[in-house]
């Protein structure tokens, strides 16, 4: 799913966290469930939509990222203080196979060696498995534009609620 999906469920958690929790258990439970949080949210996104490539001739959907990256982005201006554990976290698995590992790959790639270099690093992978493992069931909604609504209930739900334990 989004960003901003990651980011809500990871300030519930902080907030749950550090409501009910003495130092450091706070600090370390935020950090377990909001990596957790990631890769079950992941399997989720097959009922969204949520094409693995870029479909930039697609008007749909161009304007749903301008959308969802915006308020991914105003979700983390809004939240990174004092959410930034959280946050971090529950997005350490994009930061990482997304921003560090994918453009090493290439980098890699680019100089000679084997293109699989670096593969077995992915988080991902173990989103992947949970996925395969447990919600081999569920649809696959990742090229229906109807993805869209529930993504977005699932953004208002998760709002709610943090407005209701806040
Ligand atoms: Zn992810």
């Known amino acids: 799913m989004e ?8 300030v519930i958690i902080q907030i749950l966290c550090f409501r009910y929790l003495l130092f450091p258990l706070n600090i370390i439970f935020t950090i377990f469930f909001a990596y957790l949080s990631h890769l079950f949210v992941d399997v989720l996104s ?5 094409t693995p490539d870029v479909q930039k001739d697609d008007k749909f959907w161009v304007i749903w990222h301008v959308i969802i990256y915006s ?6 201006v809004i939240l990174i203080v004092p959410y930034w554990i959280g946050i971090l976290f529950a997005n350490i698995i994009d930061i990482w196979d997304w921003f560090i590992l994918r453009p090493l790959q290439s980098k890699k790639a680019k100089s000679g060696n084997n293109p699989n270099w670096g593969q ?3 988080l991902h992978k173990h989103a992947d ?3 395969e493992t447990f919600f081999g069931w569920l649809p696959n909604w990742k090229y229906k534009y109807f993805g869209v609504i529930i993504e977005v209930i699932l953004i208002i739900l998760l709002s709610i609620i943090i407005i209701i334990i806040l």
């Open 129 to 131: 498995w949970i996925g």
């Open 3 to 10: 960003a901003i999906t990651h980011n809500l469920i990871a």
């Open 71 to 76: 308020v991914s982005i105003l979700s983390i």
């Open 46 to 50: 097959k009922l969204t939509y949520h």
């Open 120 to 122: 077995k690093w992915y």
